[in-house]
């Protein structure tokens, strides 16, 4: 058992030694053959040491562009997205005639999915993985992987829809009236055929109604007709909602305040 270890420790030393050797060294064709190997048996990170010395001497080299490719898919292999996007959208930028570079940009775009989070945290890496992938169908139109990329971006849009809900409940929950009012519109016109819509509707008529009846004297009628007529555009759309009840209650509020401010004006 110790044998064993030593012949073990004494192979891991010797070829830890190989390595450095071989990443202060000038020969750069050795380089090459010993980040391929370490690429090709999924050392990953001990290859990218190497890719980037040949990239840096050699740029505008076949064997610096093949460098530059694998240091992108080898962080991609890591699941080190940040870095992996960086360097195969670069790869398509430098290299744009290359026949990797559709391959690069698409798994570049593929990277900021990876990035993007759950729909209830900062939706910007949701936005920048869409905006990849629309950079990608813009550019490749005529790709085989056009389909996987209009399905991930509706994925992802709905993700952005889910978020974008939620923001609209959360300000009708904690009585922010007027955000419910200007979020709840936003998300309707943003999103006319959503799951969502029948609700985010029906946010819209109860905090405009809220907002309606807390208002100063001088905005208070401009409000009213303003419920009165969204309730209207509820009611005509869903007519058989679950809400139904609820927002008749708004309508009847409001017709109410309409008569109190008009015995008020006598």
């Known amino acids: ?4 270890l030593l012949i073990f420790l004494t192979l891991f030393l010797g070829a830890c030694s190989g390595y450095n ?11 090459f053959e010993m980040a391929d190997e370490l690429y090709t048996s999924g050392k990953f990170s001990r290859s990218i040491v190497l890719y980037e010395q040949i990239y840096q ?6 064997e610096g562009e093949l460098a530059y490719y694998r240091i992108g898919k080898a962080y991609y292999s890591e699941q080190d997205y940040y870095m992996a996007g960086y360097y195969l959208g670069s790869y398509s930028t430098r290299f744009p005639y290359s026949q990797k570079a559709e391959e690069a940009l698409f798994l570049s775009a593929m990277c900021s999915v990876s990035n993007s989070p759950e729909p209830s945290l900062d939706p910007n890496d949701t936005e920048l993985a869409i905006n990849d992938l629309q950079q990608f169908v813009n550019r490749y139109p005529n790709s085989e992987l056009i389909d996987s990329c209009n399905n991930t971006i509706d ?6 829809e889910v ?3 939620e923001n609209v409940r959360q300000y009708s929950k904690t009585e922010y009236f007027r955000a419910a009012v200007v979020s709840a519109m936003s998300f309707n016109e943003k999103y006319p055929r959503s799951e969502f819509r029948e609700e985010m509707l029906y946010i819209l008529v ?8 807390n208002s100063v004297k001088e905005k208070k009628m401009d409000r009213i007709e303003e419920t009165i007529e969204r309730y209207r555009n509820f009611v005509a759309e869903f007519p058989a909602s679950k809400y139904k009840k609820e927002v008749d209650g708004y309508r009847d509020g409001m017709e ?11």
Do not use: C, H, W
């Open 1 to 4: 058992m110790k044998f064993n």
């Open 21 to 31: 050797r071989v990443i202060k060294s000038d020969d750069y064709a050795k380089k």
């Open 57 to 62: 001497r050699f740029p505008k080299t076949n």
């Open 155 to 160: 994925r992802l849009r709905y993700k952005l």
């Open 163 to 165: 978020k974008e809900s």
């Open 206 to 213: 109860k905090n405009s109604f809220l907002l309606a009846k």
């Open 256 to 266: 109410k305040e309409i008569q109190i401010m008009n015995l008020g004006n006598k």
